[in-house]
Each structure stands twice: as structure tokens, then as C-alpha cells.
């Protein structure tokens, strides 16, 4: 096969048909040309019912509200709905870009050449394991990679063990889980101006905004760019300041985070911060409230960040990291997985579903899956590849 024209990129042909790309791991000691990121703007929002049932409305949005002084967030633990964990599918998202580009048709434009120009589809979650590798050195992640009329679709590969593993969390770790979602319940409300009311009868901590059900999602997708490639990301947006009108200028992510101790602690933090940041950054989300909480679960104290600021307060320190490393990488690991791709014969293009594999330490390997691996990755459901086949036949039609 060609080649892609590509730096750090080696073909090892060896094995015949089973073809390895590999691109080398990011330097982070060099500075990197600032590759521009475009402000993301919102195409539209949906939420998830407790049912899991996807709907084009706000139901699920809630509001910011200060939560209450030493919040205890173990409370209601034993009443948390906990969504089973899924294999990161990407058919919300594509339901919401199917929505959009018949909207395209609809105002008299051309929905098809829309989606032709958009270069990756993805999850922010996804992205931001993308954009962070340069500073990842403990987990590793798997990608499954389809290139379909010119637009790549990315979703994380978990293999069933690995989602055995994450369905059966340690206690601790489940408990350390659920005080992410109660610092969300303290947080919100799903009226703009007012905390919560409960039912008549129903006793809770002051300020609590209702029990944990984390089938309960609202998520924005929006579009942006990374240099030259048009971005559709879609993802889970906690709650937004104000009421909502389609701009991202009110959007809040909260997070929990242990209590500062030392500069043992502190450097922890803004380590952390990294991937605070571009989980926000990705989907424009300006502001970002953190609730430190001792090792018990009771908040000490809340404060509010400016997502854009952030890289600023880490500049310069021993631990620091530099969001135009990552952008950079980012932006060279999307073009390799395109040329990639793009370079293929037609006999390897119809084995159409190819696998990233990103180790700390050594870099980024593509591979074509062979037919057990597409039908793992099929899960014997109406799929083509990873994509549903409702969404590609859609595409074709
Ligand atoms: P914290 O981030 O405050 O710990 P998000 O912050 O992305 O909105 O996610 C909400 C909460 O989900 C997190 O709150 C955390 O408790 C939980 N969570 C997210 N990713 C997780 C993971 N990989 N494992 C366990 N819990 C996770
Ligand atoms: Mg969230
Ligand atoms: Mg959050």
C-alpha cells in the first residue's frame, strides 16, 4: 500500500495483511506551533430520560446553585440509580448528527456536503484521552477508528473483560464515584432560581438537589476545529449558570477533588487540572467549580475557575503541562488515522474498522481489525463496523 506522507511514521509490513502504522509519542520538552482551536459553538442539545431514552429537549438540564456549606456527600449513596456501564457507543451522538443535518436540509442548504466537511466525530471523553496522551503516564487507551465518506468516527474499544472489571468497582472506589454525582445533586436544581422542592413528606439534608440517577444525562454537541479539521464532539454538560439559550457562555462542569494539604496535594491538583481543562475547553464550557472534600466526603470548600485560565496558573511549575503540546499532538494523531485510512486499497478499506492502540511511554499503533475483531466489535447487534446500521444506511440513502 502507499504510504502516508506523514513525520514519525513507520509501516511495518512484515506479516503480510496485517499491517501496522505507528506514530511516535509526542515530545513534550520542545514548545509546539500553536494549532488553532476554534471557539466550539452548540448545534444542538438532548437529554436522557431515567428510562435511558434519548429525547431532543432540555428535560434533563438542571441549574447551578452554591451547594451547601460542609455538604456530607455519602448521603443517599444507598438509593443511587447507577447506569450499568456500556461499551462507548457512539449511536447518541449519531442520532443528534443525523437531527442536525436534516435541519441543514430543511434550511435550504445541503445537509450531505455538511457532514462530508466535518472531519472527526467523537465523544469529549475520547477527545480528551486524544489531547491528554502527551502528559498520560499511566493508562493506556484503545480506539476503534471507521473512515466513512470522507469522516472519521472514533469510539473507545472496551473488551468485556474490561467492562466486567468496571461494573464490579471496588467499594471504595464506587463510594469515591457516587461523591463526584452528590456534589452534582448539592450544585443543581431543576429550577433556574431556586433550590430545590421536594415532595411533602421527603426529608433530605438542606440543599439537596434529589437523589442519584445517572441514566439522567443533558449533553450539548457542538462544532469546532482543530486547525483544519471540523470537529463534532459531543458531550455531558452538568449544569449552566443561567437560563439556557444555546450559547456555551453559561455552561458549568463540576468536579470533586480531594482538599489541599501541602504541595504534595497541590501538585496533584494541577496535574489533575489537565484534563479538568480539556474536558471543558472541548466543549466550550467557560467556568468549572470544584468542591474540595475531605477523605470522608464532606465538602470544605467550593471554588470556581475560569476554564481559560487555567493553563496560566500551571505555567512554570515543576509539573507543568502545556495545552499547546496537546493540541498539537492532537491535531497530528487525527491526520495520521485520515491519511491512514484514506490510503488504503479498496480490499483493506472494506475491512473497515481499524484499531488505535496508545501505550504510555511508546506512542500511538494502528492496525485493520481482522474478522473476529470486527465481529467483537459488532457485538452481534445491526451494526456496520461500530456504526449502527440505521445511521449508515442513512447515509448511503
Ligand atoms: P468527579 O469528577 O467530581 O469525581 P464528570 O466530572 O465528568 O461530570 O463526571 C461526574 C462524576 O462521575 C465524577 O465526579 C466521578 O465521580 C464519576 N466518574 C467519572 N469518570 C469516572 C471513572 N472513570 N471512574 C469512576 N468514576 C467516574
Ligand atoms: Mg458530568
Ligand atoms: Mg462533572
Redesign the pocket.
Known amino acids: 500500500g502507499r504510504r502516508p506522507a506523514l513525520d514519525h511514521l513507520a509501516e511495518d509490513s512484515t506479516a503480510g495483511e496485517s499491517q501496522t502504522y505507528e506514530l511516535s509519542y509526542p515530545p513534550k520538552s520542545k514548545t509546539a506551533a500553536a494549532v488553532p482551536f476554534q471557539q466550539p459553538s452548540t448545534l444542538l442539545t438532548f437529554s436522557y430520560t431515567p428510562e435511558r431514552v434519548l429525547e431532543f429537549t432540555d428535560s434533563a438540564l438542571r441549574y447551578y446553585v452554591d451547594p451547601p456549606l460542609r455538604a456530607e456527600l455519602k448521603y443517599g449513596y444507598e438509593r443511587w440509580i447507577k447506569r450499568p456501564e456500556e461499551k462507548g457507543r457512539l449511536d447518541g451522538l449519531l442520532k443528534a448528527v443525523l437531527k442536525y443535518r436534516s435541519r441543514v436540509d430543511a434550511g435550504g442548504a445541503d445537509g450531505a456536503a455538511w457532514l462530508r466537511d466535518i472531519a472527526v466525530v467523537s465523544w469529549r471523553g475520547v477527545m480528551t484521552k486524544i489531547l491528554t496522551a502527551p502528559y498520560e503516564d499511566r493508562d493506556g487507551w484503545e480506539l476503534n477508528v471507521m473512515l466513512v465518506d470522507g469522516t472519521l468516527y472514533l469510539e473507545e474499544h472496551t473488551s468485556n473483560e474490561k467492562l466486567v472489571e468496571k461494573e464490579y468497582m471496588e467499594p471504595r ?1 464506587r463510594l ?6 452528590s ?2 445533586s448539592y450544585c443543581t436544581s431543576s429550577h433556574p432560581d431556586r433550590r430545590e422542592v421536594h415532595a411533602e413528606g421527603r426529608s433530605h439534608p438542606f440543599g439537596w438537589g434529589g437523589d442519584v440517577d445517572t441514566n439522567v444525562q443533558w449533553c450539548a454537541v457542538v462544532k469546532t476545529k482543530l486547525g483544519d479539521q471540523r470537529l463534532v464532539i459531543g458531550g ?1 454538560v ?1 449544569c449552566v449558570r443561567e437560563r439556557f439559550k444555546g450559547s456555551t457562555d453559561t455552561l458549568v ?4 477533588s480531594m482538599t489541599i494539604r501541602g504541595p504534595q496535594d497541590e501538585a496533584k491538583f494541577e496535574k489533575k487540572l489537565l484534563k479538568f481543562y480539556f ?1 471543558s475547553f472541548l466543549l466550550g464550557v467557560p467556568e468549572i467549580v470544584v468542591g474540595f472534600r475531605t477523605p470522608q466526603g464532606q465538602i470544605s470548600t467550593t471554588q470556581s475557575f475560569k476554564t481559560i485560565q487555567i493553563p496560566r496558573m500551571v505555567r512554570g511549575k515543576p509539573h507543568a503541562w502545556d495545552p499547546s503540546i496537546c493540541l498539537d499532538w492532537g491535531h497530528r494523531f487525527l491526520q495520521f488515522l485520515k491519511s491512514t485510512l484514506a490510503s488504503q486499497t479498496n480490499a483493506l478499506r472494506e475491512r473497515s474498522v481499524w484499531r488505535a492502540r496508545f501505550s504510555p511511554g511508546s506512542g500511538v499503533t494502528l492496525s485493520p481489525l481482522d474478522d473476529s475483531g470486527v465481529a467483537e466489535v459488532e457485538a452481534g447487534e445491526d451494526r456496520v463496523g461500530f456504526l449502527p446500521k440505521w445511521y449508515v444506511d442513512e447515509l448511503k440513502g
Do not use: N, R, V
Open positions: 472506589h469515591f464515584s457516587y461523591f463526584g454525582y456534589f452534582e455531558e452538568d462542569e463540576l468536579k470533586t474536558q
